[in-house]
């Protein structure tokens, strides 16, 4: 069993930056896949960014160039590095972890309010 506990958020200006963190309890190497996704007030969730065991990312067309996914294996955790905030990047930011195979799992963290607004 892991859990994911997220960090990081808080209230920031337009144009901020803010790093968020997923601490897992238990080792996360073997995760396929991790990521973070968002939602906001009476919005779907939806996917922020990804990125795989080997370390390919995916992101967002509406976070390009702004955000920045990565991990720590030793550390058990991921980050997501958001810069150039903006009103509509606030949400409550959750990260997941998943495997495939004959052991799966999916695991979702608790979630981390973020707020941009001046």
């Known amino acids: 069993q892991v859990q994911l506990v997220e960090s990081g958020g808080g209230l920031v200006q337009p144009g901020g930056s803010l790093r968020l963190s997923c601490a897992a309890s238990?080792?996360?190497?073997?995760?396929?896949?991790m990521g973070w996704y968002r939602q906001a007030p009476g919005k779907q969730r939806e996917g922020v960014a990804v990125?795989?065991?080997?370390?390919?990312?995916n992101y967002a067309d509406s976070v390009k160039g702004r955000f920045t996914i990565s991990r720590d294996i030793a550390k058990n955790t991921l980050y997501l590095q958001m810069n150039s905030l903006k009103p509509e990047d606030t949400a409550v930011y959750y990260c997941?972890?998943?495997?495939?195979?004959?052991?799966?799992?999916?695991?979702w963290g608790q979630g981390t309010q973020v707020t941009v607004s001046s």
């Open positions: 997941r972890a998943v495997k495939h195979g004959l052991l799966p799992y999916e695991y």
């Open positions: 990125i795989t065991s080997g370390d390919s990312t």
């Open positions: 238990g080792s996360i190497v073997s995760s396929n896949l």
